[in-house]
C-alpha cells in the first residue's frame, strides 16, 4: 500500500489522530470544539494527496527540499488559512510545528503498520524523521521564546517610557481647560485632549501588565478586607470624570465586605466600564452592577450596542492579535487583563452578546465575602 492509499483509505483515523494530538498536547486546544481543532486538516491532506499523484522529476525534488518550488494559489491556500487561524486562535509557533509533526508521524505509522514486513526495513527511516523532528521543535520552540521575551522586553521600556510625557500633555490640558468658559470651543478641545490622554494612559497601563505576564513575572495579588461597594463608587467617580458624557447607571447594595486586591479589581471594573463606554451607543447607559450569592460576589457590566460575534466571543479574552481586536486596538489587550486578574482570585468571567437584551460581562470571585461579625 502507498502512501496515497493509506491516507484515503485512513483519512478518518488521520483526523482523529490528528484531533487527540491537539486536544491532549496543545494548551491552547483544550478550550476549542471538535471542528475548531480539525480546522483545515482534509484539506491538507487532499493537497498531500494531490502532490503525490503528480510526477516529480530529480530537479523539482531538489527544488521542494529547498524550499524554492513555485506554488499556485491553490496549493497554499489549505496551509495558510490553517496558519491564520491557529494564529487568531492563540496557538504558538510551536504549537503549529508541533500539529504538523504529528500528522506526518500518524501517516507513517499507518503507512507500516499496513504494509507488514516493512516494519525492520522502516525502523531507521522512523527514527531519522524522529531525530530530526526533535530537533526541529527544540530549536523552533527557543526561537520563539527569544523572539517574544526581546519583543516583550522593547514593549514594556516603550510603555514605561511614554507614561511621563502623557503626564505632561494631561496635566497641561486640565489647567489649560480652567482658563476658558466651560462649554466654549477651547473647553472642548481640552475635554477632548484629556480624554484621548485617558485612553493612552488605559492603553499604557494594559501593555505593562500584559508585558510583565509575558516575561513571566506574573499578577501580584494582595488580598486584603475591603468594601467593594465604597470601591465601585471611586471607580465610577473616576470614570465619570474621564467620560463627562457617558452616561452610567450603578446597581450597588449598601456594602459589601470582601477579600479581594482593590487594586486589581478597581482594575476590572476600569477596563470592564471604559470597554463598554467605547464600544456601546453613546445613547444608551451603561449599567455597573454588585451582587452576591452565598460567599461569592458578581460584578456585572453590561452596555447595548453590536452584539459581538460568537467566534470573537470565543477567543476574546487571549492576548494574541485576530479577531477580538476592537476598533481602537485595546479591546483584546484589556479583556486579557480583566481575565488574568480574575483567574488570580480563583474566580472566571464570561460574556452574553444579544441584539435585544445587549451586551454583560459578569465576573464571578468565589470565597471572598467577609463574614459578619
Known amino acids: 500500500m502507498t502512501i496515497k492509499e493509506t491516507i484515503l483509505e485512513h483519512t478518518d483515523e488521520i483526523v482523529e489522530d490528528w484531533y487527540i494530538f491537539a486536544r491532549t498536547h496543545i494548551e491552547m486546544a483544550e478550550d476549542l470544539d471538535r471542528a475548531e481543532v480539525k480546522d483545515h486538516i482534509l484539506d491538507l491532506l487532499d493537497r498531500v494527496v494531490s502532490d503525490l499523484e503528480e510526477p516529480q522529476s530529480a530537479a523539482e525534488q531538489i527544488e521542494k527540499a529547498k524550499g524554492d518550488k513555485d506554488l499556485d494559489p491553490g496549493e497554499e491556500r489549505a496551509a495558510m488559512r490553517h496558519g491564520a487561524q491557529r494564529l487568531e486562535q492563540g496557538f504558538s509557533i510551536f504549537d503549529i510545528s508541533a500539529e504538523f509533526r504529528a500528522l506526518r508521524a500518524s501517516v507513517i505509522r499507518i503507512w507500516i503498520r499496513e504494509n507488514a514486513g516493512l516494519e525492520k526495513d522502516l525502523d531507521e527511516l522512523v527514527r531519522f524523521n524522529e531525530a530530526i523532528d526533535e530537533a526541529w521543535i527544540l530549536s523552533v520552540d527557543r526561537f520563539q521564546m527569544t523572539s517574544d521575551k ?67 513575572n506574573g499578577l ?80 456585572g457590566v453590561h452596555n447595548h450596542g453590536p452584539v ?66
Open 220 to 299: 501580584t495579588i494582595e488580598r486584603r478586607a475591603v468594601d467593594l461597594v465604597a470601591l465601585c463608587e471611586r471607580v465610577t467617580k473616576e470614570i465619570r470624570t474621564s467620560y463627562p458624557s457617558a452616561c452610567m447607571v450603578v446597581k450597588n447594595p449598601t456594602t459589601m465586605e470582601c477579600m479581594v486586591d482593590p487594586v486589581r479589581i478597581s482594575q476590572v471594573m476600569t477596563n470592564l466600564t471604559q470597554n463598554a463606554i467605547r464600544h456601546g451607543n453613546a445613547a444608551d447607559p451603561i449599567t455597573l452592577s454588585l451582587w452576591s450569592q452565598e460567599d461569592s460576589v458578581f460584578i
Open 308 to 373: 459581538i460575534d460568537p467566534e470573537v466571543r470565543r477567543g476574546m479574552f487571549r492576548d494574541t492579535l485576530g479577531g477580538a481586536v476592537g476598533n481602537d486596538g485595546t479591546i483584546r489587550l484589556g479583556l486579557h487583563i480583566v481575565y488574568e486578574i480574575v483567574r488570580a482570585h480563583d474566580g472566571s468571567v464570561e460574556v452574553v452578546s444579544d441584539a435585544l437584551k445587549g451586551t454583560t460581562f459578569t465576573v464571578h470571585l468565589p470565597e471572598c465575602i467577609q463574614p459578619q461579625v
Open 150 to 216: 526581546m519583543r516583550d522586553y522593547f514593549l514594556g521600556v516603550l510603555g514605561h517610557d511614554l507614561r511621563s510625557p502623557l503626564s505632561a500633555i494631561t496635566v497641561g490640558s486640565r489647567v489649560l481647560s480652567e482658563y476658558f468658559e466651560k462649554g466654549s470651543p477651547h473647553d472642548r478641545l481640552c475635554q477632548q485632549m484629556l480624554a484621548s490622554g485617558e485612553q493612552m494612559k488605559e492603553l499604557i497601563t494594559n501593555l505593562l501588565e500584559l508585558t510583565r505576564l509575558r516575561l513571566g
